[in-house]
């Protein structure tokens, strides 16, 4: 079967035989900014009776570990790319490597009640089966193009998908499907069978945006003329080396901060670093080359943060 989505921006394409290029040590060479930074990212522990409530104006952000997010505002509780599993990956013991580095700050069964999960792309370490299964099955689930009938198959009976642009209205919140360029697949078979998306929530007189996996590519500065400005976006700034490699797929800190950018973000959370160990830079290297980026584009530190798994930023 042929592909069904594609990225409509020019990048190197790399397939399997790239991917055995780059595991056996066979593409060309990169060395690391900063080769002894392999802490993980900080950890605090979120109480859960801090998750009782949801405020009355503005949102509170708790930052889960790698891509995942919770949400409070505008009377309701979202929950992004939840992964509590200690692998991501489909079989543990075949994969090792990618065991986390980081508790979750909370247990699954401290969460609150969620009134809805948002999917950017079934990756393992995106859209984590065994966390889902944790809620009721009628969960609304809101997931990029393609993926109902997969979701529908393991057992979930109120899953939407959203095409690019699309828009849900939940409640007092609209949800946006926002464009990325990614590729989906969860086997050798089902490459790109699905779409990738980030997300758009806007309620409460508060834009947020959460910009799912994503290579630099053009469209992030229509996605801040269409959906912006935001007061608050989740940019991802690790899984970026080797650059070869990787840089149709993920950005690295310096692109991130031209995403921020782009998207006319006042203040933003740096997410897909420290947990996961899932490409060739260190650990820890992220936060330091995205201090470094910030530095050369005059941007203060505090308005890009690189903070802790479990930390909360209120938007109000």
């Not at 690391?32 to 950890?43: G, I, K, L």
């Not at 994969?95 to 609150?112: G, I």
């Not at 099955?137 to 993926?147: K, L, P, W, Y």
């Not at 670093?273 to 980026?293: H, I, Q, R, S, Y």
């Amino acid at each position: 079967m042929s592909d069904i989505f594609r990225n409509p921006w020019p990048h190197d394409q790399h397939g399997f035989r790239e991917v055995l290029r780059w595991k056996l040590g066979l593409g060309p060479k990169e060395e690391n900014a900063y080769p002894d930074a392999t802490s993980a990212a900080p950890w605090r522990a979120i109480d859960p009776a801090d998750l009782q409530t949801i405020p009355s104006t503005g949102w509170r952000v708790h930052w889960l570990g790698h891509a995942s997010f919770l949400l409070c505002g505008a009377g309701m509780r979202i929950l992004i790319d939840p992964i509590f599993s200690d692998f991501c990956a489909p079989f543990p013991f075949h994969f090792s490597r990618l065991k986390r580095h980081v508790p979750p700050p909370l247990s699954l069964s401290d969460l609150p009640v969620i009134d809805v999960i948002l999917l950017t792309h079934h990756h393992y370490d995106h859209c984590d089966l065994p966390t889902l299964r944790h809620f009721p099955r009628n969960t609304t689930i809101i997931v990029a193009e393609g993926h109902r009938a997969w979701l529908e198959g393991k057992g979930f009976t109120n899953v939407r998908e959203l095409p690019w642009w699309e828009n849900f209205r939940m409640g007092e919140v609209d949800i946006t499907s926002t464009p990325a360029q990614h590729f989906t697949a969860r086997s050798l078979l089902d490459r790109n069978h699905a779409h990738w998306c980030g997300w758009s929530i806007e309620g409460g007189g508060k834009r947020l945006w959460h910009a799912g996996d994503s290579g630099y590519c053009e469209v992030f500065r229509e996605i801040g003329e269409r959906l912006g400005p935001f007061d608050l976006s989740m940019i991802p700034i690790g899984a970026y080396a080797p650059r070869w490699f990787m840089q149709p797929m993920h950005m690295n800190p310096q692109e991130a901060v031209q995403v921020f950018q782009d998207t006319q973000t006042k203040q933003a959370i740096a997410m897909h670093w420290g947990t996961f160990t899932l490409t060739d830079e260190p650990l820890g290297e992220p936060p330091l080359l995205l201090e470094k980026a910030l530095l050369d584009a005059g941007i203060d530190n505090d308005r890009f943060a690189a903070g802790a798994v479990g930390q909360c930023w209120c938007v109000d």
